[in-house]
């Protein structure tokens, strides 16, 4: 494999290390907190009704990334109306998406079959080639409006996703800022679809942030660092993907496996190297505090 | 004016009711401990008081405002049931503390000194000063627990209300929020504590509430423990029935934190002491 960088003279390159550096940046800024909700999944749900998004686009004739930005955000509201207002559980809830979305979205592409479904592949993986110039600055726009968003938000979004209900007693706005997540998940993921492709979003919104967990001790730190990762993993899988002619969405999300596994390997080395000068010592002269479960 | 009031309060799960009239008042700068046993509804009690579970029936208000319509929730410290500290994703005992600063925060701007501040007094009144920059889940179980009592003192609230804050925790932190509330009497904060045991806090009590299926049977002297809890030195154990021999107590053993689970009676609920 060579890394030539001559591959950048080309326009569709340019255009496409663009739509991936950025969503790089965006997607785990949205994914931290993803992760600590334990929403992680919330991502794959939204990018599988992105699909009927795509397909009405096909439909209509229109680009697609409006109407996949329309209809996921018209899921996330939906999402969270059933989430609060329901007896609907959030993994049921989830699990309606999953469904929903892909049937809905074979089920148009088959009736619009001969209006260029050829490239559905390009949605579902990402591709290279597809973007012009106003799908990249769209792309840049949104990608920047939710990074400096969650920036903005970090300790509020913080804080209804570590504990819910202490923010609500705080007298935090929870569930405007539990809609502004899921909305802004929706923006990740329609303008991700480029790059990383439908099925991997959820990817590029979760790896970048389960790597450097393993080494930070703080929200910021952490916030930070998978932001800078997921910048480096976009890029690197982009610029791969051009050398190999693959799919970007693959070698994107490879890499980003690759570096997870690297780095929890080195994590689980650094523990048990410090294990012996352990921080912080239970405190001293302290009971055992055992509680037996009772009967099983 | 009580800060929080309660007249005739009743919650129901599913139908049944949990809590039955109850009328709880706590005045400005007073101490209330809020008793009973497992089921008998303290908990569900606290939740309806600061909004988290719906009344069925009643009347709650907090500082003289309909709870419904309260609004000045930066004016309440709550301490909620023990659930850890830690979240998915690594956070500094100082960035978990400064939650409680939120409320006083406008949406989107940066923490402004006073903030800062009131984190690093939050943190030292517990005794965590130099543990502000260590993530949470490093910390012991005790030490989380006093990270969420950080929390809701960095608000500067006029009441804690505080759920369970000494199930399952060690020595020093039941000693550290002992001062922490009678730090924050002094000061004239009002204080509701639910819990089991009074323990070190006895003395600083004006009243205790007790509660048993969900109804008010005490609402007076803070009950004295007796017997050998009431010595000092005294390690409380669980007595309830094991296959396995009663652990001894051993300071340099792992502390082993099994959570409570629901179906435990109130004598498990005894914490170490």
């Known amino acids: ?296 | 004016m009580p800060v929080i009031a309660t007249r005739g309060a009743t919650v129901s799960y599913g139908g049944r009711a949990v809590v039955r009239g109850v009328d709880l008042a706590v005045e400005a700068g007073e101490s209330v401990a809020l008793m009973g046993a497992n089921g008998s509804g303290k908990s569900t009690l606290v939740k309806a008081i600061v909004g988290l579970v719906p009344a069925a029936g009643g009347d709650i208000e907090l500082f003289g405002t309909a709870q419904r319509r309260f609004r000045d929730w930066k004016r309440v410290g709550y301490v909620p049931q023990r659930t850890g500290a830690a979240s998915g994703v690594p956070a500094t005992a100082a960035e978990v503390v400064g939650q409680g600063r939120l409320a006083h925060r406008f949406l989107g701007m940066p923490a402004r000194r006073g903030d800062r501040e009131a984190v690093r007094r939050s943190l030292e009144e517990v005794g965590l000063a130099e543990h502000a920059r260590c993530a949470v889940d490093t910390l012991s179980g005790g030490q989380q627990q006093r990270v969420l009592i950080a929390r809701a003192l960095a608000t500067d609230p006029d009441v804690l209300i505080m759920d369970e804050p000494t199930v399952g925790v060690d020595a020093e932190t039941q000693t550290a929020l002992a001062e922490v509330v009678a730090a924050r009497l002094d000061a004239g904060c009002a204080v509701l504590l639910v819990t089991h045991e009074i323990g070190p806090l006895t003395d600083r009590l004006d009243r205790a509430v007790v509660l048993a299926d969900g109804r008010v049977v005490h609402d007076g002297e803070p009950p004295r423990p007796v017997g050998e809890h009431a010595d000092p030195r005294h390690q409380h154990m669980h007595p309830h029935p094991s296959p396995d021999s009663v652990p001894e107590p051993d300071g340099t053993a792992p502390r082993l934190d099994f959570g409570r689970s629901s179906g435990t009676s109130e004598a498990d609920l005894w914490g170490g002491e």
């Open chain 1, 1 to 296: 494999m060579n890394f030539d960088l001559s591959i950048l003279q080309y326009e569709f390159m340019q255009r496409a290390l663009i739509s991936a550096l950025v969503v790089g940046l965006c997607a785990p800024a949205v994914g931290v907190f993803l992760v600590q909700k334990r929403l992680a999944l919330i991502g794959d749900g939204l990018g599988h009704i992105a699909l009927t998004g795509v397909a009405i686009g096909f439909l209509t004739s229109t680009e697609p990334i409006w109407t996949t930005l329309a209809t996921t955000v018209a899921a996330a509201l939906v999402m969270e109306l059933l989430r609060s207002h329901s007896k609907t559980s959030g993994d049921v809830a989830l699990a309606m998406l999953f469904y929903g979305g892909i049937a809905g979205g074979v089920y148009l592409t088959g009736i619009a079959s001969d209006k260029g479904v050829a490239n559905l592949h390009s949605y579902l993986f990402g591709s290279l080639l597809t973007a012009g110039w106003a799908e990249v600055w769209t792309i840049v726009a949104g990608g920047t409006a939710v990074a400096v968003l969650m920036l903005l938000l970090r300790p509020w979004m913080s804080a209804i996703c570590a504990d819910e209900q202490y923010a609500r007693v705080a007298g935090l706005p929870v569930a405007g800022l539990n809609l502004l997540l899921l909305i802004t998940t929706a923006v990740t993921v329609s303008v991700s679809m480029r790059a990383v492709g439908l099925l991997l979003v959820s990817a590029l919104l979760v790896i970048p942030v389960v790597t450097v967990q393993q080494f930070t001790g703080s929200f910021r730190a952490t916030m930070f660092g998978a932001m800078g990762a997921g910048f480096v993993i976009a890029g690197a899988g982009v610029m791969a993907s051009a050398v190999q002619d693959v799919p970007p969405g693959a070698t994107i999300v490879l890499i980003g496996v690759a570096a997870f596994i690297v780095c929890a390997a080195l994590a689980s080395l650094v523990h048990r190297l410090r294990r012996t000068r352990r921080r912080h010592l239970p405190p001293e002269g302290e009971p055992l505090e055992v509680e037996l479960p009772v009967g099983g």
